[in-house]
Nanobody, 119 residues
């Protein structure tokens, strides 16, 4: 059984910072791409940032320059450092990853963590 568990969400004032963590546990051989999605109330889930196993990153235009995605492959953990937060960053943030177990690759989702930015 594989689990992705996010942590680090909370309430922060505009301009503040938060760091989210995503810890993968279970019988894992390797993790390919790790993604951070977010879903604001009444909106579709969108990809905020992603990082490959080799460290290549990709960001949505709305977070570029403010968010930094990273990972620790030895710990099977990913991070999303969020700076200069805006009220429009308020959303549930989900970790998503392609995880290799035995001889197959499967996509997994975390349960989500709430980020609320007050103005």
């Amino acid at each position: 059984q594989v689990q992705l568990v996010e942590s680090g969400g909370g309430l922060v004032q505009a301009g503040g910072s938060l760091t989210l963590s995503c810890a993968a546990s279970g019988s894992i051989l390797s993790i390919n791409v790790m993604n951070w999605y977010r879903q604001a109330p009444g909106k579709q889930r969108e990809l905020a940032a992603s990082i490959t196993r080799g460290g290549s990153t990709n960001y949505a235009d709305s977070v570029k320059g403010r968010f930094t995605v990273s990972r620790d492959n030895a710990k099977n953990t990913g991070y999303l450092q969020m700076n200069r937060l805006k009220p429009e960053d308020t959303a549930v943030y989900y970790c998503n990853a392609d995880i290799i177990r035995y001889s197959s690759t499967k996509n997994y989702w975390g349960q989500g963590t709430q980020v609320t930015v007050s103005s």
